[in-house]
């Protein structure tokens, strides 16, 4: 609750303060005129599906849980022209999967990531926009069995999506986001659908 | 424009794909060598079709000389006897089981070139006038005859490829000179029927023609030594399990319940690995490249524990500790009397002498280095090298080099050049 308060109270104060700005013209990602520049963050987050080939052994009885959370923060130049170019962190988790041994032993593993990608970014449209990244992931593997055991490894990958922005001012946009993210070293790739706020912070 | 563009690359960028490879092993049916009337080939047979042959048919697809050598694996109280040819074009090789239907010799198998994934069914037969007589006689007598004559195919198609073999002479393995198989016989990478570092690419080194074989060890989390390459569990080498990161991170128990190799075996302990070198093949060296920086005891208690076992069924096998770098150098100065336990330094010469090392091995890159090789060999000490792969530079090494021994992902290639030069 706590949280949602917190959210509500940004999102409120985000509104206000575009509004104060007074501009007209509404929130786009495409360019409206010569040399005009700003800096924007993307904050979202969602559900996600991990859809790459099953990753857990199937000689286990294992049940496996594809459906996940997904949050992405992005920071994006907007330069005068279509393309556009930024960095992209969050944090996902791709898949959990509980089992049985041979011998009934119970255990549990998670892998969970942390992105660091450079992202592209190009606008369709004037609320349509496609993005796609490539960068590391910094991945984790959380495994209860016989013992606790957390281990690391970082595997190239690349991200892939498209969004819709509504705007809701001048400055500040709320859209929802297709994205395929996929840690290719370790073929791992989930599917999300995620609600994303944007806020133009600085233009000039 | 620009848009359509974009989409275009963006479809193109989801689409792409990578392709799999595969070299399956062909079935082996072939009714004859199934036959109830057939009775299994005793090992002198085998014994005494080692030799060079020619290929008088088949030379456009496989060479003209074809070096063959037997070899067996125990398993549980079965020993399985098999005959292996290699050859000198694209590091191909033939692996045949053996049996025999009245007085004629039939040997059933496959082919396979290492480089590419051509791989085929192999139908030989050996009658009775063309040397089979010779063969299946009780007792070892030198030289003789023997045409070997059959088919051979792609795939798991009906094999229909004229071949003809004529042993032209014995081979000979020079003293102490050691094929050695890198990962336990071979990489994973090259589509072979096992795994490297598995126990079941151990069972069959001998058949790709190794002498001894270089294996991979690590400690795991609770200290056991197992065999692995990598510094990391990846999709390289093992099944998606969920689990990433150093093998050091986990316990063999989480690691022999959740991780699978790629062909499906588990990551085997060092134990299993030189419990099935000693008693199941007829391997005779390992090297231990220790690929962990931490306490070698276990790594110097399982060699001691081995030399032992293997010394007390007569069979003549040598195990020695793999140093590659300084930091491992450093640990197995800590070993008590290290200077007395056999080794093998891969890296400087001077450190080999320091440490009473057994072998040298210097990276073949390095050249020939006679002179070097020379002054190692007077000390009493053998020289290696590793890791070769290249025909030519093989045949450069064994004819013109003076080493003891050559490390390689494609044992049947020094096979080839090592025996079809004598």
Redesign the interface.
């Known amino acids: 609750m706590r949280g949602n308060k917190y959210f509500f109270i940004l999102l409120f104060s985000l509104l206000a303060g575009s509004h104060s700005y007074g501009q007209e013209e509404e929130f786009s990602s495409q360019p409206t005129k010569r040399a005009q520049y700003a800096w924007v963050v993307y904050g979202g987050g969602g559900p996600g599906y991990y859809v790459?080939?099953?990753?857990?052994?199937q000689?286990?009885s294992r049940k496996i849980s594809n459906l996940s959370h997904v949050a992405s923060f992005r920071l994006m130049w907007h330069p005068d022209h279509?393309l556009k170019v930024g960095v992209e962190t969050g944090h996902l988790t791709f898949?959990t999967?509980s089992?049985r041994?041979s011998v009934d032993r119970e255990?549990v593993?998670?892998?969970k990531a942390i992105p660091v990608l450079v992202v592209w970014n190009?606008a369709?449209t004037k609320r349509l926009n496609?993005f796609?990244g490539s960068g590391v992931y910094f991945?984790r593997?959380n495994?209860d069995?016989?013992?606790t055991?957390?281990?690391?490894?970082t595997s190239i990958g690349w991200m892939?999506a498209a969004s819709y922005i509504y705007p809701l001012s001048t400055t500040v946009g709320l859209g929802s986001e297709v994205k395929?993210m996929n840690a290719s070293?370790?073929?791992n790739g989930i599917l999300s659908l995620q609600l994303q706020l944007v806020w133009k912070f600085l233009n000039w | 424009m620009?848009?359509i563009a974009?989409?275009l690359l963006?479809c193109l960028?989801?689409l792409s794909c990578r392709r799999d490879f595969s070299a399956p092993v062909p079935n082996a049916d072939w009714d004859l060598f199934f036959s109830a009337a057939t009775r299994p080939l005793t090992s002198l047979a085998f014994q005494k079709m080692d030799g060079v042959y020619a290929v008088e048919e088949g030379a456009g697809a496989f060479g003209e000389l074809a070096p063959a050598k037997w070899s067996y694996t125990v398993t549980g109280q079965d020993t399985t006897f098999h005959l292996s040819f290699f050859f000198g074009v694209d590091a191909a090789y033939m692996i045949c089981e053996g049996k025999r239907l009245d007085s004629t010799i039939l040997l059933n198998g496959y082919w396979r070139r290492l480089v590419g994934t051509q791989t085929g069914k192999v139908q030989l037969t050996i009658p009775k006038d063309s040397g089979a007589a010779f063969l299946l006689r009780p007792e070892l007598t030198p030289g003789n005859d023997i045409y070997i004559t059959g088919v051979y195919g792609n795939g798991n198609a009906t094999p229909d490829f004229p071949l003809r073999f004529r042993f032209t002479r014995p081979i000979i393995r020079a003293s102490m000179f050691e094929i050695l198989a890198h990962r336990g016989g071979g990489r994973t990478a090259d589509l072979l029927p096992a795994s490297e570092n598995s126990v079941e690419m151990l069972r069959l080194a001998s058949r790709f023609g190794a002498t001894g074989v270089e294996i991979d060890v690590q400690l795991t989390?609770d200290e056991v030594p197992v065999l692995f390459h990598d510094a990391?569990?990846?999709?390289r080498v093992v099944?998606?399990?969920?689990?990433?990161?150093?093998v050091k991170?986990?316990?063999f128990?989480?690691l022999s319940?959740?991780v699978?190799l790629t062909n499906g075996e588990r990551i085997p302990t060092l134990r299993q690995a030189l419990e099935t070198i000693v008693y199941q093949t007829p391997l005779d060296f390992v090297w231990l490249d220790t690929k962990y920086n931490g306490n070698m005891q276990v790594l110097r208690d399982l060699q001691a524990e081995y030399l032992q076992k293997a010394a007390a069924i007569n069979r003549r096998i040598e195990i020695v500790i793999g140093i590659p770098d300084k930091e491992v150098m450093a640990n197995f100065k800590k070993l008590p009397d290290y200077q007395s336990i056999p080794s093998i330094v891969e890296y400087s010469e001077t450190e080999a002498e320091a440490i009473n090392a057994r072998i040298w091995a210097p990276q073949w890159t390095l050249g020939l280095q006679d002179a070097a090789v020379d002054r190692q060999q007077a000390q009493g000490r053998r020289v290696f090298t590793w890791t070769m792969d290249i025909q030519k530079n093989i045949s450069q090494y064994i004819n013109e080099g003076k080493f003891n021994g050559i490390l390689s992902n494609y044992p049947s290639l020094i096979a080839y050049t090592y025996y079809a030069r004598q």
């Not at chain 2, 099944?239 to 150093?246: A, F, I, R, T, V």
């Open positions: 790459s080939n099953s990753g857990a052994p000689y286990l279509l898949y999967y089992f041994d255990g593993v998670k892998l190009m369709v496609l796609a991945l593997t495994l069995y016989r013992g055991t957390t281990s690391k490894k892939a395929w070293e370790t073929s | 620009k848009h974009f989409l963006f960028f989801l989390k990391t569990l990846n999709e099944q998606k399990s969920g689990l990433l990161g150093p991170d986990y316990t128990d989480q319940t959740l699978r």
